[in-house]
């Protein structure tokens, strides 16, 4: 049995496409390449047990992926995963290029101004089609920062911290 901490979360199922076991998969994933290359996904169904699936194909469509995978063959197997994570081994996405970093790296980073002021935790990342953007969140209060290389200073993945230098007049917004 595979344990949560080595899978990604690489995108969620909406719901069953078509009678012949399609899945439409919302992708938090640079591409659906990513979905290629990793050749095994794992889904957990109604019950909550995980099951792991050979991917077939995967197509864009309409904003979603169509996700093919063997041993689903048609709707009523589909329809168990109505909602599911969509994971992948960490082992499986290979290493990022430099100066990349997989979003489940920078998850719970602390953040601090270049100053040493702390911001909060990345809580998420938006993705936005272009430049994404880190949520840091702290005591109920939330501050949007672009993930530009012009703002991040410095990811220090062993210190679990990130170094940023937001443009003029950004916290000013959050009263920061």
Not at 38 to 52: C, K, P, Y
Not at 157 to 174: C, R
């Given at each position: 049995?595979?344990?949560r901490p080595e899978l990604v979360m690489l995108g969620e199922v909406t719901r069953p496409h078509g009678l012949k076991g399609l899945l439409r998969v919302k992708s938090y994933a640079r591409s659906k390449d990513s979905f290629q290359e990793?050749?095994?996904?794992?889904?957990?169904?109604?019950?909550?047990?995980?099951?792991?699936f050979k991917v077939?194909?995967?197509?864009?469509h309409k904003g979603v992926l169509l996700l093919s995978l063997e041993g689903l063959e048609g709707i009523d197997q589909a329809e168990q995963y109505?909602?599911?994570?969509?994971f992948v081994r960490k082992e499986a996405l290979g290493r990022p290029q430099e100066d990349e970093y997989f979003w489940y790296q920078l998850l719970g980073l602390k953040v601090f101004l270049e100053s040493g002021y702390y911001l909060g935790k990345i809580s998420r990342i938006i993705p936005t089609g272009?430049?994404?953007v880190f949520?840091?969140?702290?005591?109920?209060k939330e501050v949007m920062i672009p993930?530009?290389?012009?703002?991040?200073?410095?990811?220090?993945?062993?210190?679990?911290?990130?170094?940023?230098?937001?443009?003029?007049?950004?916290?000013?917004?959050?009263?920061?």
């Open positions: 049995m595979v344990s990793a050749g095994i996904v794992i889904l957990r169904d109604s019950s909550g047990s995980l099951a792991e077939r194909s995967v197509v864009n109505r909602g599911s994570p969509v272009g430049t994404d949520v840091i969140s702290q005591g109920g993930a530009a290389h012009e703002v991040v200073r410095e990811i220090d993945l062993e210190q679990g911290t990130m170094t940023v230098a937001p443009p003029e007049g950004l916290l000013e917004l959050y009263e920061v």
